[in-house]
Antibody, heavy 120, light 107 residues
Framework: QVSLKESGPGILQPFQTLSLTCSFS??????????VGWIRQTSGKGLEYLAT???????YFNPSLNSRLTVSKDTSNNQAFLKITSVDTADTGTYYC????????????WGQGVMVTVSS | DIMLTQSPATLSVTPGESISLSCRAS??????LHWYQQKPNESPRVLIK???QTISGIPSRFSGSGSGTDFTLNINRVEPEDFSVYYC?????????FGAGTKLELK
């Protein structure tokens, strides 16, 4: 059974770097065709797809945030990571990770989400 | 980016009514359109994939139709647990995008 859970700092200040962890079970990023996607939900832009990391370390970034995003993975520990640099209040929202399966372009499995607040 | 426009923004209905929610794409996306339901304080849940394909475990009262730029999510006889927000999402072009949602509320 697939399960994902996000974790993060909760609150951070403008210009800091946001670091999020997705811990998952029921699949492996060591398996071909598996990936983890990151989606956020903000009051300003609603649901926004941010990035994907695949089993072969291929990565895709939303061009609107491309220069600020980094994704990585720890295959042995079933974790994926998202970093967003130089945050501001517009980055406040709930961040989700999702399982990705190559060739499937909808999102079947989501984490519960982690709330992130950017405030001075 | 492909824009998805959902209408109406809010729909007020009574249980037992049958309804249709609209999602319009800014350019043709074939049938690469998926529907989600989100209840308060929960993650979105996929209801329909590729415009009209069913998802295992989703009640049969949910159905989808459309292709190109115009899509519809139908709920046949709304149940009390259906009052939530519905989103469409396109996977035709990167970056994937979502509509702003339609809130289904109790009249």
């Amino acid at each position: 059974q697939v399960s994902l859970k996000e974790s993060g700092p909760g609150i951070l200040q403008p210009f800091q770097t946001l670091s999020l962890t997705c811990s998952f079970s029921g699949f492996s990023l060591g398996t071909s065709n598996m990936g983890v996607g990151w989606i956020r939900q903000t009051s300003g832009k609603g649901l926004e797809y941010l990035a994907t990391i695949w089993w072969d370390d291929d990565k895709y970034f939303n061009p609107s945030l491309n220069s600020r995003l980094t994704v990585s993975k720890d295959t042995s520990n079933n974790q994926a990571f998202l970093k967003i640099t130089s945050v501001d209040t517009a980055d406040t929202g709930t961040y989700y990770c999702t399982q990705r399966d190559w060739g499937l372009y909808y999102f079947d499995y989501w984490g519960q989400g982690v709330m992130v607040t950017v405030s001075s | 980016d492909i824009m998805l426009t959902q209408s109406p923004a809010t729909l007020s209905v009574t249980p037992g009514e049958s309804i249709s929610l609209s999602c319009r794409a800014s350019q043709s996306i074939s049938t690469n359109l998926h529907w989600y339901q989100q209840k308060p304080n929960e993650s979105p849940r996929v209801l329909i994939k590729y415009a009209s394909q069913t998802i295992s475990g989703i009640p049969s009262r949910f159905s989808g139709s459309g292709s190109g730029t115009d899509f519809t999510l139908n709920i046949n006889r709304v149940e009390p647990e259906d009052f939530s927000v519905y989103y469409c999402q396109q996977s035709n072009s990167w970056p994937y995008t979502f509509g702003a949602g339609t809130k289904l509320e109790l009249k």
